[in-house]
C-alpha cells in the first residue's frame, strides 16, 4: 500500500532504494530510526503509529519476508515473529532477538516441546523435517469445556497438541510454516488443496485486501472471491487504464481479469501447481468481518460461512468457464 502511493517512477525508485538501504542496515543488526532515510522517507511512516514504537510482535498468521523486511526498516524498531494457538496459551515460538532473518517463526520456546508428524496425503515426512506440527508442555490446555470429542480430535493419548499446521525444520534450529493440513480437500481428479497457502500468496497482491479460494470434489479447479483494497486499487486501476468509483471498478469485468492475472503471476513465482490456481474470481466490494459472521473474532475465515454466503457467485463461477 505504501508503495502503490508513490505515483511517478521516480518516486517509487527513491522509496524502494531507501527501502534497501535500511533493509542493508537492518541484516548487520543495525536497528534505528533516526537514518537520513528516515528523516527524508520513513519518520512519516513512524508518525502515523504515534512515533514512540519500539518493539511489534506479529502472529495469527504468517508474515510475507517481504513486508517484514520493510516493516523492520521503515519503523525501525524490533519486529519479532511467533506461532502458536489459543491452544497452547498463545506461543510455542518466537524469534530471537538478533536474528534479523525472515521466512520462519522463530525457535521453539523453553516451556515446550515441538515435533513434527508425518502427513502421507501430502508428502511430507518427518525424515525430511517436514509434517503437521505437534505441542507438548505445561502450556497446552487439558481440553475442550464439555466437548470430548473436539478434545480428541486434538489432543492425542500423550498429551501432544496437533495444530493442523504443516512446518519445516530449518538448518538453523527454526521453524517454518509451509502449509496447513486443516480445510484440506481434493479436486476431481483427486488433487490434494491447501487453500489457506493459496491464499497466503494471492493477498500479496497489490489491489487485494482479502481472498477466499473454494474449491470441491466435484469440480475440476478453484474459484476465488476477492475483496479489493479500497485505497489501493483505484490507484493500481488508473495506471492499467480503468476509472471509475470504487464501486463501479468492483463491477468491471476487464479489472476483474487484471487482477486475477496478477494474483496467478504471484502464484507461478511462488511455485504453485497450474490446478492450485483460480481459474476465476468474483470481485466483492465489503470487506469480510466479525459483524457481517464472516471472520472469527481472532480475524480468520470463517470458511463454511463464506462458502454459503457466496454460494450464487461460485455456481456462477463455475459455469462461466469450461475446461
Known amino acids: 500500500q505504501i508503495f502503490s502511493q508513490a505515483d511517478t517512477s521516480l518516486k517509487r525508485w527513491i522509496l524502494e532504494f531507501a527501502a534497501k538501504r535500511k533493509k542493508a542496515e537492518v541484516r548487520n543488526g543495525i536497528i534505528r530510526n533516526d537514518s537520513l532515510w528516515d528523516k527524508l522517507f520513513f519518520n512519516k511512516i513512524q508518525a502515523s503509529l504515534g512515533g514512540c514504537v519500539r518493539m511489534i510482535v506479529t502472529g495469527a498468521a504468517p508474515a510475507s519476508p517481504t513486508v517484514l523486511g520493510f516493516l523492520r526498516a521503515a519503523l525501525g524498531c524490533q519486529v519479532y515473529e511467533g506461532y502458536g494457538q489459543t491452544e497452547c496459551t498463545a506461543g510455542c515460538t518466537f524469534t530471537t532477538p538478533g536474528d534479523w532473518t525472515s521466512g520462519h517463526v522463530g525457535a521453539p520456546l523453553p516451556c515446550n516441546l515441538i515435533r513434527l508428524k508425518d502427513v502421507e496425503e501430502l508428502n511430507y515426512f518427518a525424515s525430511k523435517g517436514e509434517g503437521e ?72 497482491s497489490d489491489p487485494v485486501a482479502q481472498i477466499y479460494v473454494h474449491g470441491d470434489s466435484l469440480q475440476a479447479f478453484l474459484v476465488g472471491i476477492v475483496v479489493p483494497d479500497s485505497e489501493v486499487m483505484p490507484g493500481w486501476a488508473k495506471k492499467r487504464g480503468f476509472d471509475g468509483t470504487y464501486a463501479e471498478l468492483c463491477k468491471n469485468k476487464e479489472l476483474q481479469q487484471a487482477i486475477m492475472e496478477d494474483m496467478v503471476r504471484l502464484g507461478k513465482e511462488s511455485g504453485l501447481h497450474s490446478f492450485e490456481q483460480v481459474k476465476a474470481v468474483y470481485i466483492h466490494s465489503d470487506m469480510f468481518s466479525v459483524q457481517n459472521g464472516l471472520l472469527t473474532p481472532t480475524l480468520k475465515a470463517k470458511r463454511p460461512e463464506l462458502r454459503d454466503y457466496f454460494k450464487k457467485q461460485i455456481e456462477e463461477l463455475y459455469s462461466s468457464i469450461s475446461i
Open 133 to 204: 506440527i505437534c505441542v507438548k508442555g505445561p502450556n497446552v490446555f487439558k481440553g475442550y469445556l464439555k466437548d470430548e470429542e473436539k478434545t480428541t480430535e486434538a489432543l492425542d493419548q500423550e498429551g501432544w497438541l496437533h495444530t493442523g499446521d504443516i512446518g519445516k525444520w530449518l538448518p538453523n534450529g527454526t521453524l517454518k510454516i509451509i502449509d496447513r493440513k486443516k480445510h484440506i480437500f481434493k479436486l476431481a481428479q483427486g488433487e490434494y488443496i491447501a487453500p489457506e497457502k493459496i491464499e497466503n500468496i494471492y493477498i500479496r
